[in-house]
């Protein structure tokens, strides 16, 4: 005891430590807080833009006219122009114009452009798709082997067009496949383009605007070449390769997806319409703070109930939800991004492939039915135009000049209203301050139908800007401006949204403060009591574990959610003492995580995180009860340990040893610990059951998070005429994944626990609703076969009673057999089917050309283009080959089939042994153990069977589960050593 005493005397006085630590990074914390709360959102003068291509407060949309007769051409224009959109953005293909080297022909986008003029529309030209002599790659969207020869034709075209067109993009897309050809998309490469276009084009006409590429938003953050890049990494790459200054407009595609308008995470593993503000933080880290930022597509997708066609990417709202979105989207970036210009609409009309989800973004339908969103962004437009923050010319259209004043050229202030006294005009802003540019006059001024009052400018003769009202709401204003004296000239508005100062920052210092006096005090009288907290969880360990699991949980969502690193650390250094004291709660949470791990992420994801904690809490352990012989492998850890010497003998094949490096450590290395801890710190039934309880209530989370979203409708994935859920995970298939995992343990736990069966069996029907809101046929399928499995072992009772709830469900599914998503599981012509066979051959010519080593660790999507079948052409980039055998093959080689399959072997001969015991609750969790690992297996034939953190986590949990069954029932610990190490 006295050797307990200094110990935690010393946790107590490190812990306070750590904690004045934290409490002065928190104080930090608070000083920045109020910009963290504001990232993204301009304030004061700073973030303005003095730039008129920044000050455009014009909106547009994109045209696909290609599939349009001249009729319904005309007739787009005309809905176009009435909607109140004032840009059409148009695609110019290089290949059509120009399939011969010099022999230009402009037809038809010189009829297209010329009823544009006549319809009142500016218009963007994007110049894409090489012709095949000036290319080597065989796609029409790779770039040109030489620069120069695009450059050329878009000097040709600046030239062709000058006087009609003055906008133009250089290319589109070049951060992802297939857009930049069937090589890797490449940052430099694609500067180099821009580079050449901007200085011809700008030789031919000086005044032509021209606009980088729209960059495809990409949630792979990790992703550092190869076929695609976050556009976030690609625009840092441009800049690093010198592109300042090769454009005068960056093009940008801010897509919402899945989420809200006001979404203000600011994160790049989070895709929202708030990833634009992370494009010009990137421009502002370059110091390009002058160049503006246009829209050239965004928008919500909202596709039909009954959707047939392919997947959208974008996802899919009710159409009602999508225009509601699209509005508020156009009021957030006026209000908060001042260096924003023109916003461009995704699509106007489709009528193209029917298959295309892009005719989700339309504003019309093919028949030219204006739908929801045309018109809410119709009524948005014919609103009175108001000024958001900015600097704007007098002609403005949120100024109105009263008859009697008079624009004219300035040859150093552009455009200048000129008028006497008497005159007025009337400005709409929303912000906080108006000011005005002028030489100097005396106006009256009246806001929002207030009393006026006389503001005196300053007269001195130069150019400035004067205040007209200050420190009012953010909110929409209107003022009302009358000259009272003389000649009157203004060249200007300007708009700010000032920052409000928080006012609480001194009350919460000093509450921290307190707080710190008191832990100190606190820390004293636990002393000076002789650590009695200490001898009660030693008399109770029941009830400690219960303490600690909580305590657990309050450390973890302290490290997750609180700020600054101290913060973290802190919360890192309590679970760490916690799990030294006891490691099985942590084990617990690393299943209750599992499901999560893409959402939940700080240095690293919060699972593996947890891994490793209890990975140095075990050595933390070890070394104070001087016990080294637990850090000795065991004869139980060699099918692991031989895992893990294959993963690394892999990575000498890897040709991008990067992401091999990632994935050793993420999904086999981490897991290898995680399963050595399991068969070390858990060590009676109860333990055992509490884990495996742990895994169903993840399984049950993720799956009410999931049909929250079905029966909210949001962020559903639409697809083949069904919503499908996918909770945490990108894809539905992902959650389908897991959830076939867990299914079969909680049903049984149901079956044969002797206690909780009525727990269970509601983790029975929530698991089972979110694994059918998944529509993961494989998963259904692979789940239902693995129940049948369990039934099988539990006898004939067992059999017949999953037998008929299997039936039971197929007979449910009757009614949707006409829906896609069901009808085409067997079309082996077509759709997904066809395409995983395709997959497949490909995967399986790789493999023969690779059969020893396989291509490495992560590195698949490297290589399948180049294997990539023909037919397959709609899923260029895919990570894996969906086949448990070809995945471990082709990342591990032979050996790696070696090793699973010596892994499976122990695993069912173990499990298969534990069943045989009289133990009721082992036997059960022995079963529900093997049927979730023939899910695996069986799901693997179609899909991921390991090789991702959750899929890992559960099958090294499940893997070290079996072997503590197994051990208890020959005879090993029935009860833990109880007390402190």
């Given at each position: 005891?006295?050797?307990?005493?200094?110990?935690?005397s010393i946790?107590?006085?490190?812990t306070?430590?750590l904690?004045?630590?934290?409490?002065?990074?928190?104080?930090?914390?608070?000083?920045a807080?109020?910009?963290?709360?504001?990232?993204?959102t301009?304030?004061?003068?700073?973030?303005l833009?003095?730039?008129?291509?920044?000050?455009?407060?014009?909106?547009?949309?994109?045209?696909?006219?290609?599939?349009?007769?001249p009729?319904?051409?005309?007739?787009?224009?005309s809905?176009i122009?009435?909607?109140?959109?004032?840009?059409?953005?148009?695609?110019l293909?290089?290949?059509?114009?120009?399939a011969?080297?010099n022999?230009?022909?402009?037809s038809?986008?010189?009829?297209?452009?010329?009823l544009?003029?006549?319809h009142?529309?500016?218009?963007?030209?994007?110049?894409?798709?090489?012709?095949?002599w000036?290319?080597?790659?065989?796609?029409?969207?790779?770039?040109?082997a030489d620069?120069?020869t695009?450059?050329?034709?878009?000097a040709?075209?600046?030239?062709?067009?000058?006087?009609?067109?003055?906008y133009?993009?250089?290319?589109?897309d070049?951060n992802?496949?297939?857009?930049?050809?069937s090589?890797?998309?490449?940052p430099?490469?694609y500067?180099?383009?821009?580079?050449a276009?901007?200085t011809a084009?700008?030789?031919?006409d000086?005044?032509?605007?021209?606009?980088?590429?729209?960059l495809?938003p990409?949630?792979?953050t990790?992703?550092?070449?190869?076929?695609?890049?976050?556009e976030?990494?690609f625009?840092?790459?441009?800049?690093?390769a010198?592109?300042?200054g090769?454009?005068d407009v960056?093009?940008?595609?801010?897509?919402?997806?899945w989420e809200?308008?006001?979404d203000?995470?600011f994160?790049?593993?989070v895709?929202?319409?708030?990833?634009l503000?992370?494009?010009?933080?990137i421009?502002?880290?370059?110091?390009?703070r002058?160049?503006?930022v246009?829209?050239?597509?965004?928008?919500w997708?909202a596709?039909?109930?009954?959707?047939?066609?392919r997947p959208?990417?974008?996802?899919s709202?009710?159409?009602?939800?999508?225009?509601?979105?699209?509005?508020?989207?156009?009021?957030r970036?006026?209000?908060?991004?001042?260096?924003?210009?023109?916003?461009?609409?995704?699509c106007?009309?489709?009528?193209g492939?029917?298959?295309?989800?892009?005719r989700?973004?339309?504003?019309?339908?093919?028949?030219?039915?204006?739908?929801?969103?045309y018109?809410?962004v119709?009524t948005?437009?014919?609103?009175?135009a108001?000024?958001?923050?900015?600097?704007?010319?007098?002609?403005?259209?949120?100024?109105?000049?009263?008859?009697?004043?008079?624009?004219?050229?300035d040859?150093?202030?552009?455009?200048?209203?000129?008028?006497s006294?008497?005159?007025t005009?009337?400005?709409?802003?929303?912000?906080?301050?108006?000011?005005?540019?002028?030489?100097?006059?005396?106006?009256q001024?009246?806001?929002d139908?207030?009393?006026?009052?006389?503001?005196?400018?300053?007269?001195s003769?130069?150019?400035?800007f004067?205040?007209?009202?200050?420190?009012?709401?953010?909110?929409?204003?209107?003022?009302?401006v009358?000259?009272?004296?003389?000649?009157?000239?203004?060249?200007?508005?300007?708009?700010?949204?000032?920052?409000?100062?928080?006012?609480?920052?001194?009350?919460?210092?000093?509450?921290?403060?307190?707080?710190a006096?008191?832990?100190l005090?606190l820390?004293?009288?636990?002393?000076?009591?002789?650590?009695?907290?200490?001898?009660?969880?030693?008399?109770?360990?029941?009830?400690?574990?219960r303490?600690?699991?909580a305590?657990?949980?309050l450390?973890l969502?302290?490290?997750?959610?609180?700020?600054?690193d101290?913060?973290a650390?802190?919360?890192l250094?309590a679970?760490?003492?916690?799990?030294?004291?006891?490691?099985?709660?942590?084990?617990?949470?690393v299943?209750?995580t599992?499901p999560?791990?893409?959402?939940l992420w700080?240095?690293?994801?919060?699972?593996?995180?947890?891994v490793?904690?209890?990975?140095?809490?075990?050595?933390l352990r070890?070394?104070?009860?001087h016990?080294w012989?637990a850090?000795?492998?065991?004869?139980?850890d060699?099918?692991?340990l031989?895992?893990?010497a294959v993963?690394?003998l892999?990575?000498?094949?890897?040709?991008?040893?990067?992401?091999?490096?990632?994935?050793?450590?993420?999904?086999?290395?981490?897991?290898a610990?995680?399963?050595?801890?399991?068969?070390?710190?858990?060590?009676t039934?109860r333990?055992?059951?509490?884990?495996?309880?742990?895994?169903?209530?993840?399984?049950?989370?993720?799956?009410?998070?999931?049909?929250?979203?079905?029966?909210?409708g949001?962020?559903?994935?639409?697809?083949?005429?069904?919503?499908?859920v996918?909770?945490?995970?990108?894809s539905?298939?992902n959650?389908?994944?897991f959830l076939g995992?867990i299914?079969?343990?909680?049903v049984?736990?149901?079956?044969?626990s002797?206690?909780?069966?009525?727990?269970?069996a509601?983790?029975?029907?929530v698991?089972?609703?979110?694994?059918?809101?998944?529509?993961?046929?494989?998963?259904w399928?692979?789940?239902?076969?693995?129940?049948?499995?369990?039934?099988?072992?539990y006898?004939?009772?067992?059999?017949?009673?999953i037998?008929?709830t299997?039936v039971?469900g197929?007979?449910?599914?009757?009614?949707l057999?006409q829906?896609e998503?069901?009808?085409s599981?067997?079309?082996?012509?077509?759709?997904?089917s066809?395409?995983?066979?395709?997959l497949?051959q490909?995967s399986?010519n790789?493999?023969?050309?690779?059969?020893?080593?396989g291509?490495?660790?992560?590195?698949?999507?490297?290589?399948?283009?180049?294997y990539?079948?023909?037919?397959a052409?709609?899923?260029?980039?895919?990570?894996?080959?969906?086949?448990?055998?070809?995945?471990?093959?082709?990342?591990?080689?032979v050996?790696?089939?070696?090793?699973?399959?010596v892994?499976l072997?122990?695993?069912f001969?173990?499990?298969?042994?534990?069943?045989?015991?009289a133990?009721?609750?082992?036997?059960?969790?022995a079963?529900?153990?093997?049927?979730?690992m023939?899910?695996?297996?069986?799901?693997?034939?179609?899909?991921?069977?390991?090789?991702?953190?959750?899929?890992?986590?559960v099958?090294?949990?499940?893997?070290?589960?079996?072997v503590?069954?197994?051990?208890?029932h020959?005879?090993?610990?029935t009860?833990?050593?109880?007390?402190?190490?």
């Open positions: 005891m006295r050797r307990t005493t200094r110990l935690l946790i107590l006085l490190t306070t430590a904690l004045l630590s934290g409490l002065a990074d928190l104080t930090h914390w608070l000083q807080q109020d910009a963290i709360n504001r990232r993204g301009g304030y004061g003068l700073s973030a833009v003095d730039n008129p291509l920044a000050n455009v407060n014009a909106y547009g949309v994109n045209v696909y006219l290609d599939d349009h007769s009729e319904e051409v005309a007739r787009s224009l809905l122009q009435a909607a109140g959109l004032r840009w059409v953005r148009l695609h293909s290089w290949a059509s114009v120009e011969k080297p022999v230009l022909n402009w038809p986008w010189d009829d297209w452009l010329d544009s003029q006549q009142g529309l500016q218009v963007i030209l994007v110049v894409t798709g090489t012709p095949q000036a290319r080597r790659d065989p796609l029409l969207t790779a770039p040109p620069p120069q695009y450059a050329a034709f878009l040709a075209a600046v030239r062709h067009y000058q006087g009609r067109v003055r133009f993009q250089v290319w589109d070049p992802i496949a297939p857009y930049w050809g090589g890797n998309v490449s430099t490469a500067t180099k383009l821009l580079q276009a901007y084009a700008k030789k031919v000086p005044a032509c605007v021209i606009l980088s590429a729209g495809a990409n949630w792979e990790w992703e550092t070449g190869g076929k695609n890049l976050n976030l990494d625009l840092r790459g441009m800049y690093r010198g592109a300042q090769s454009f960056l093009g940008a595609k801010p897509y919402g997806f809200t308008p006001d203000h995470r994160d790049p593993a895709m929202n319409f708030s990833r503000a992370l494009q010009r933080e421009m502002e880290e370059f110091g390009d002058d160049t503006p246009w829209v050239v597509a965004f928008g997708n596709l039909p109930a009954d959707w047939a066609g959208s990417v974008w996802g709202d009710d159409q009602d939800l999508q225009a509601q979105r699209t509005v508020v989207a156009m009021q970036a006026r209000q908060e991004w001042p260096w924003l210009g023109v916003m461009t609409l995704a106007f009309r489709w009528a492939d029917p298959a295309n989800p892009i989700g973004f339309a504003l019309v339908g093919a028949d030219f039915a204006p739908r929801r969103l018109a809410a119709s948005a437009l014919h609103e009175p108001v000024a958001p923050p900015g600097i704007y010319e007098p002609t403005n259209p949120a100024c109105t000049w009263a008859p009697g004043w008079w624009m004219e050229k040859a150093d202030r552009g455009i200048v209203a000129a008028g006294d008497g005159l005009c009337t400005v709409r802003f929303w912000g906080t301050r108006l000011d005005a540019g002028s030489q100097g006059a005396t106006l001024i009246a806001l139908d207030g009393l006026p009052t006389t503001k005196e400018l300053d007269r003769g130069n150019w400035r004067e205040s007209l009202v200050s420190d009012v709401p953010e909110a929409t204003h209107r003022v009302d009358r000259a009272t004296s003389g000649h009157v000239r203004i060249d200007a508005w300007r708009v700010v949204r000032e920052k409000p100062l928080p006012p609480y920052e001194p009350v919460i210092m000093l509450l921290l403060a307190a707080l006096v008191n832990l005090w820390l004293r009288r636990l002393t000076q009591t002789r650590l009695a907290a200490v001898r009660w969880a030693t008399q109770h360990p029941r009830a400690t574990d303490v600690i699991l305590a657990m949980l450390a969502a302290w490290y997750q959610w609180l700020p600054g101290v913060m650390l802190l919360g250094g679970l760490l003492l916690l799990a030294a004291w006891r490691p099985a709660p942590l084990l617990g949470l299943a209750l599992a999560f791990y893409l959402s700080r240095f690293a994801s919060v699972t593996e995180t947890l490793l904690v209890g990975a140095v809490a075990w050595v070890t070394g104070w009860t016990d012989r850090l000795w492998p065991r004869r139980t060699l099918p692991v031989l895992f893990v993963g690394v892999s990575l000498a094949a890897a040709e991008h040893r990067g992401v091999a490096l990632r994935e050793l450590r993420t999904v086999i290395i981490e897991p610990l995680l399963f050595a801890l399991v068969t070390r710190a858990v060590r039934r333990d055992a059951g509490r884990l495996a309880g742990a895994l169903i209530l993840a399984g049950v989370l993720a799956s009410l998070w999931g049909i929250g979203q079905f029966v909210s949001q962020d559903v994935i639409t697809a083949e005429g069904v919503w499908r996918r909770a945490a995970y990108p539905p298939n959650l389908g994944l995992r299914l079969p343990l909680a049984a736990l149901a079956l044969g002797p206690r909780r069966k009525w727990l269970y509601v983790a029975v029907l698991t089972g609703a979110g694994l059918l809101l998944t529509f993961s046929r494989g998963a399928i692979s789940a239902g076969l693995a129940l049948l499995f369990l039934g099988a072992l006898g004939p009772r067992g059999l017949l009673l037998m008929g299997f039971a197929m007979v449910a599914l009757i009614p057999r829906v998503r069901i009808s599981l067997f079309d082996l012509a077509e759709g997904t066809f395409l995983r066979v395709k497949w490909a399986v790789m493999a023969l050309d690779h059969p020893w080593q291509v490495g660790l992560d590195n698949f999507l490297y290589q399948y283009p180049a990539r079948l023909p037919e052409w709609e899923e260029p980039n895919l990570s894996h080959p969906h086949n448990i055998i070809l995945d471990w093959w082709l990342r591990l080689g050996l790696g089939l070696a090793a699973l399959a892994l072997v122990d695993f001969r173990r499990a298969w042994r534990a069943m045989g015991t133990d009721a609750t082992i036997r059960a969790l079963v529900g153990l093997a049927a979730s023939v899910d695996a297996l069986l799901h693997g034939l179609i899909d991921n069977s390991y090789f991702l953190v959750d899929l890992a986590t099958f090294m949990l499940s893997y070290g589960l079996v503590v069954l197994d051990r208890l020959l005879g090993g610990p009860t833990e050593v109880e007390g402190t190490p």
